[in-house]
Nanobody
Framework: QVQLVESGGGLVQAGGSLRLSCAAS????????MAWFRQDSGKEREFVSV????????YYTDSVKGRFTISRDNAKNTVYLQMNSLKPEDTAVYFC????????????????????WGQGTQVTVSS
């Protein structure tokens, strides 16, 4: 079982940047496909990005393509989400999630695909 802890959230002006981190403990991170989701108040949790165990394959939701970059450092047991050109609509609680299976190109957007979740970190973008 893996435990996940997110950090790096905060308040930033539109156009600014943040880097989120997700630190894993309990098991080696290279055993998991890792993803970021976000949830704004009153809305469903939505997929943001995913990265394969090797780090060679990544996917993004359309609204963040070209602005967000997911990466992983398996040696540090950490996954990152670099967020640039932030917009007010990016405001949400951001969660990292782990799936012990290989990246499935048909199912990676679903919350049910992931077995482990962090507690979330708040990102607020002011206009």
């Amino acid at each position: 079982q893996v435990q996940l802890v997110e950090s790096g959230g905060g308040l930033v002006q539109a156009g600014g940047s943040l880097r989120l981190s997700c630190a894993a403990s309990g098991r080696a991170l290279n055993r998991y496909t890792m993803a970021w989701f976000r949830q704004d108040s009153g809305k469903e949790r939505e997929f943001v990005s995913v990265i394969s165990m090797s780090g060679l394959t990544t996917y993004y939701t359309d609204s963040v393509k070209g602005r967000f970059t997911i990466s992983r450092d398996n040696a540090k047991n950490t996954v990152y989400l670099q967020m640039n050109s932030l917009k007010p609509e990016d405001t949400a609680v951001y969660f990292c999630a782990a799936d012990p299976a290989l990246l499935n190109s048909r199912r990676y957007r679903g919350v049910d695909e992931y077995d482990y979740w962090g507690q979330g970190t708040q990102v607020t973008v002011s206009s």
